[in-house]
């Protein structure tokens, strides 16, 4: 079975300040892993994903996430955050096979402080 | 071109009544899937379709939930009867090929569903 947890349902940083969502997964397979982002009153949007291919993974609106298998980790981050970037994030998983279900944590909202 | 869509945006209904939630994917998608959201927890898989057949049924609460997808294209979640545990947000998404890792799956904005 797969899990995902997302350490902290809420984050707030100052705007320019580093941003780093925190996600760690367990799977007994080799997993993908995904970062998706969601605005107020919109869908989930993919940010990034990995797919055993480079460990560090750049996404859109210049975040990226790096996968450290030993740490079981798919940490998010983004070096300068912007008011835009207030949202809920989502780490999710899906295993290395056909059934594309995924498996999410329980979401960060982020916060940008002016 | 047009992302995925659902309707009602929003549905209040007392328990018992019966309620049905319309998703139509992304045109030429043929994987859909229903997720739900209930309040403070994480979004967790109900159903997968591959056209409008049903690939993957694992994680339907029980039998009071009925999903279809006529033809392929749109596909309907009803609840019957409705019970107030059910309330959360139903999110539908489609992606092309379901092949994980290759293939995005684009999400809906949501139903909101509350049972009063």
């Known amino acids: 079975a797969q899990s995902v947890t997302q350490l902290g349902s809420h984050v707030s940083v100052s705007e320019g300040a580093l941003v780093l969502l925190r996600c760690n997964y367990s799977s007994s397979v080799p997993p993908y892993l995904f970062w998706y982002v969601q605005y107020p009153n919109q869908g989930l949007q993919l940010l990034l994903k990995?797919?055993?291919?480079?460990?560090l993974v750049k996404g859109i609106n210049g975040f990226e996430a790096e996968f450290k298998k030993s740490e079981t980790s798919f940490h998010l981050t983004k070096p300068s955050a912007h008011m835009s970037d207030a949202a809920e994030y989502f780490c999710?998983?899906?295993?290395?096979?056909?059934?594309?279900?995924?498996?999410f944590g329980g979401g960060t909202r982020l916060m940008v402080k002016p | 071109e047009a992302g995925v869509t659902q309707f009602p945006s929003h549905s209040v209904i007392e328990k018992g009544q019966t309620v049905t939630l319309r998703c139509d994917p992304i045109?030429?998608?043929?994987?859909l899937y229903w997720y739900r959201r209930v309040m403070g927890k994480e979004i967790k898989f109900l159903l997968h379709f591959v056209k409008e057949s049903k690939q993957d049924e694992s994680g339907m609460p029980n039998n009071r939930f009925l999903a279809e997808r006529t033809g392929g294209t749109y596909s309907t979640l009803k609840v019957q009867p409705a019970e107030l545990e059910d309330s959360g947000v139903y999110f539908c998404?489609?992606?092309?090929?379901?092949?994980?890792?290759?293939?995005?799956?684009?999400f809906g904005p949501g139903t909101r569903l509350t049972v009063t």
């Open positions: 999710a998983v899906s295993k290395n096979n056909a059934g594309n279900m995924l498996t």
């Open positions: 990995y797919t055993s291919a480079a460990t």
């Open positions: 045109s030429g998608h043929d994987n």
């Open positions: 998404a489609s992606s092309q090929r379901g092949a994980p890792g290759l293939d995005e799956q684009y």
